[in-house]
């Protein structure tokens, strides 16, 4: 089965500053690549995510990258702030209608 | 915004105990989900459910575990003979058709199951 690795598990940088959390996969036939937020105790919520035609997709200060063929995608967030803190999950899938097969996290603090 | 609905948001159980775990998904959305997380872990996939049965599984959704749409909105989860190693949040989603190219899974806000 799929299996999805996240770098690194945690993550502190400074206000202002960039942060970047990788992810590879394993089944080339995933093709649904999403990026979930979630804050201490609360659900997961989608961020952003893209798919497998498409390299690069940008939502203001966020970006995902996919390099299908090394099989690994990245999250970037741009000019950090605080309520930026929070557990990131990157997820795998061959469509959206399938099963989200998760990495296990990237706890990101941005401090002031 | 549409939002999954979970009831009960925390659920306290003995071990051995049955529990049901409650979901209501987004009226408009075909495909449903229950995955887990154990605390300060990732989030596990437990199954999907297409056309009024499992799609998918998971090793973890064994014969402990039982799906039910009693009626055309409500999804419930029973857990029999629960264990210890059981203790999890539990979350509903669900998702638009796979022909959808925008907006992924939408998940429930989760059911903090404790056994003891």
């Known amino acids: 089965g799929e299996n999805v690795e996240q770098h690194p598990s945690t993550l502190s940088v400074q206000e202002g500053d960039s942060a970047v959390i990788k992810c590879t996969y394993s089944?080339?036939?995933?093709?649904?690549f999403p990026w979930y937020k979630q804050e201490l105790g609360k659900r997961p919520q989608l961020i952003i995510d893209i798919r497998s035609n498409v390299g690069e997709k940008k939502d203001q200060r966020i970006a995902v990258t996919l390099n299908k063929t090394a099989k690994h995608f990245s999250l970037h967030i741009t000019e950090t702030q605080p309520e930026d803190s929070a557990v990131y999950f990157c997820a795998a899938s061959i469509n959206s209608g399938y099963a989200l097969n998760f990495g296990k996290g990237t706890s990101l603090l941005v401090t002031p | 915004e549409p939002e999954v609905t979970q009831t009960p948001s925390h659920q306290v159980t003995q071990m051995g105990q049955e529990v049901i775990l409650r979901c209501v998904p987004i009226?408009?959305?075909?495909?449903f989900y229950w995955y887990r997380q154990i605390l300060g872990q990732k989030v596990e996939f437990l199954f999907s459910f297409y056309n009024n049965e499992i799609s998918e599984k998971s090793e973890i959704f064994d014969d402990q575990f039982s799906v039910e749409r009693p009626d055309g909105s409500n999804f419930t989860l029973k857990i029999r003979s629960t264990k210890l190693e059981d203790s999890a949040m539990y979350f509903c989603?669900?998702?638009?058709?796979?022909?959808?190219?925008?907006?992924?899974?939408?998940f429930g806000s989760g059911t903090r199951l404790t056994v003891v």
């Open positions: 089944d080339s036939a995933s093709n649904y």
């Open positions: 989603a669900s998702s638009p058709t796979m022909t959808r190219t925008r907006n992924g899974y939408t």
């Open positions: 009226s408009n959305h075909l495909y």
